[in-house]
């Protein structure tokens, strides 16, 4: 401790420690303001009275004047309040050393302590005190593996990757060993940050022959190519994986990974190859990556991937749920698939996903679409029997569709049911089955339909009315007045 005490102005690292020489000159914090306001992050009730008055101190009392003001509060330095205040002193870092400094007079810091200070050193780019400190530690006997991962977090935070690697070049020479954890560490700090994945291989490219890799090692890497989309980078790492440390099921989340960017990478056709070959070493990924898996190819609007893809996840044994079959049953819709679109409908309820209105609904306005007449009738009866109504605008769509294609009377049921269970809005299909009507000529019919829906207040448009007149003035005196009488109560309504 005393080593701490007395340093703070904190003496450089010695050689074996990379030097000021070979970084950039280290930008010590300018003073911190001197008097500052009270964060606000203390003033919640998880924080302790005690650790608040002190932080406040901190905060508040001129540096050179806080080492008399702590003293003066009368607050023991307890080692859980001077770790509590650490925690919370990481915007502060000089007052935090100072602090540091003065419950160390009082008793020796914690291991905890220690690691807090090196990290706040470290998390503000004071380098060459974060070192001293280190120093101190290995004086102490309190270094650990988990000061040197703080160590290479900040050292990658201020993009200083080559820092990074040299502290791990130096660990043993402080008694902490490079094992595989010390590796998986450092690769996990370069690859947290964006676009450094290159750096950490360059890291792991040196070092495996040192120091064994295992499944976690490939799996950092991997997530790291995922998060750049680097495939080819990718599939070169995975290769190397499974010649290392052979195919186990503990290594799910390397596999995700790997599997994920093919699919974002628009190699879905590749990750299905793989998904084979993974299936016969029984080593398929979860549920979580089919979901993001087949999201994406939602998103591409892929269904020529996504089919074969959901068939190796059931298959294996694996149960989607409703989300995920609306999902695939509105992607092949959309695709005009609607074989596979009634193959998912009726294999869902055997997976315990029962349809709903979206399900039915995006079938029926695939039915529509297609202008499959007598499948959309059949349909249509499905849907009501079981209670799953169809939404007022594909009522609209498959009356029109229905006249069009010489079924009226399926398009008057379509309207019929719509009255008598209220799917509002009514609008669009009233104007429709009018429309439907005039074009087949039965005019008498849009009367009885027309007078009902004006008793109703079913608003039915301009461009409906100008099309009715045009046929009924076309059929002489008698339907002239009839569509004069209709048009006087229109405009009056």
């Not at 070192?131 to 102490?140: F, L, P």
């Not at 947290?192 to 040192?210: G, P, V």
């Not at 999201?295 to 591409?300: A, E, P, R």
């Not at 609008?427 to 087949?440: Q, T």
Request: some cysteine; aromatic content about 10%; proline content about 4%.
């Amino acid at each position: 401790m005393e080593a701490m005490a007395e340093s703070v102005a904190f003496k450089h690292p010695p050689q074996i420690i990379p030097s000021s020489s070979q970084q950039q000159k280290q930008k010590l914090p300018q003073q911190e303001k001197q008097k500052q306001h009270f964060p606000s992050h203390l003033d919640t009730p998880d924080v302790s009275p005690r650790a608040r008055i002190l932080c406040e101190i901190l905060t508040r009392a001129l540096l050179q004047d806080i080492e008399s003001a702590l003293s003066s509060s009368g607050i023991p330095p307890l080692a859980e309040t001077v770790e509590e205040v650490l925690k919370l002193s990481y915007g502060s870092p000089s007052a935090a050393v100072k602090f540091f400094r003065w419950a160390g007079l009082a008793q020796k810091h914690s291991a905890y302590a220690w690691n807090l200070m090196v990290d706040l050193l470290g998390k503000n780019e004071m380098f060459e005190p974060m070192w001293d400190a280190i120093r101190s530690m290995k004086q102490e006997g309190v270094l650990s593996m988990a000061t040197f991962v703080s160590v290479f977090g900040s050292y990658c935070i201020a993009g200083r990757i080559n820092e990074a690697v040299m502290t791990f070049d130096v660990m043993d020479k402080y008694g902490i060993q490079q094992d595989v954890v010390a590796v998986n560490s450092l690769l996990s700090a370069i690859c947290r940050e964006d676009n450094h994945t290159s750096k950490a291989l360059e890291f792991f490219e040196r070092i495996k022959t040192k120091v064994p890799p295992d499944g976690d090692t490939f799996a950092i890497l991997l997530e790291g190519w995922e998060k750049e989309g680097n495939a080819t980078k990718a599939k070169n790492t995975f290769g190397e994986m499974v010649i290392r440390v052979g195919w186990s099921p503990q290594n799910m989340s390397a596999y995700d990974a790997f599997l994920t960017t093919l699919v974002r990478g628009s190699q879905a056709e590749e990750a299905i190859k793989f998904l084979q070959v993974m299936k016969k070493q029984n080593c398929l990924p979860g549920l979580k990556f089919f979901s993001n898996a087949l999201d994406i190819l939602n998103k591409l609007n892929d269904s020529t991937q996504a089919v074969p893809l959901w068939d190796i996840m059931v298959g294996s044994g694996l149960v989607p749920n409703l989300i995920m079959y609306n999902a695939m049953i509105g992607l092949v819709c959309n695709n005009n698939d609607i074989d596979n679109a009634y193959r998912f409908l009726d294999e869902m309820v055997f997976h315990g996903a029962f349809p709903d209105s979206l399900t039915y609904n995006m079938i029926f306005q695939c039915l529509i679409k297609n202008k499959k007449v007598c499948a959309a009738g059949k349909f249509f009866y499905e849907m009501i029997k079981n209670e799953w109504p169809p939404m007022h605008s594909n009522c609209a769509e498959a009356i029109t569709m229905l006249f069009e294609s010489d079924d009226p009377e399926t398009a008057i049921e379509i309207w019929n049911y719509m009255i008598e269970n209220h799917v509002l809005p009514l609008d669009e299909s009233a104007n429709a089955l009018l429309i439907g009507l005039r074009n087949m000529g039965r005019l008498s019919e849009v009367r009885r339909f027309a007078d009902d829906m004006l008793d109703r207040r079913i608003n039915i448009y301009e461009s409906t009315m100008a099309k009715l007149k045009n046929s009924f003035y076309k059929e002489g005196r008698s339907a002239r007045d009839t569509y004069d009488s209709l048009s006087r109560r229109w405009k009056a309504s």
